[in-house]
């Protein structure tokens, strides 16, 4: 897209139209905006540089790439991607060493219970797999808890968004 001496582009509908329709609809013999579309892609190098040249002809002129702006969304994108596994992995980080401190937790205060089961007799082994399986107890109803919280927060998210109930898909994957 080239604007030629404009004073900048509004957000708005694009009215694509042959030059006469557009003398007709403005009054105007002059472009202010020009789309170049080009079905060969060898050339793009040689019209790029004959609308660098243009718009140095024009000054207060400007050309924006569509190409460009596709290549500078897909690294937004890539960012904003690694920022959010970034996130969730420092959230599983912090929910991991939560049930962590938890089953330490509840070890440090269970010390006379676990002394009496191993007078009676029970091994070490059956004393670690009851803490482990305490331990993962905890993790699934976490896990089942926070999933529910989200899927929730989604909705009211969504609802504050587009102003309707809308429950959307349950993330399973």
Partial sequence: MINLQGS??????????YDTVYDTLTNKDRFSQINVYAKDKSNLEEIKLSIEQICKNNPGSRWISYIESDNQLKESFKQIQFLAWAIILFVGLIGTLNIINTTHTNINTRINEIGVKRAIGMSNS????MFLWEGCYYGIFAAIFGSIAGYASAVIINIATIEK??????PII
């Fill in 8 to 17: 900048g582009w509004l957000n708005g509908i694009d009215v694509i139209v």
């Fill in 126 to 129: 059956s004393l670690y797999k």
């Fill in 165 to 170: 109930i809308d429950f959307t898909n349950i």
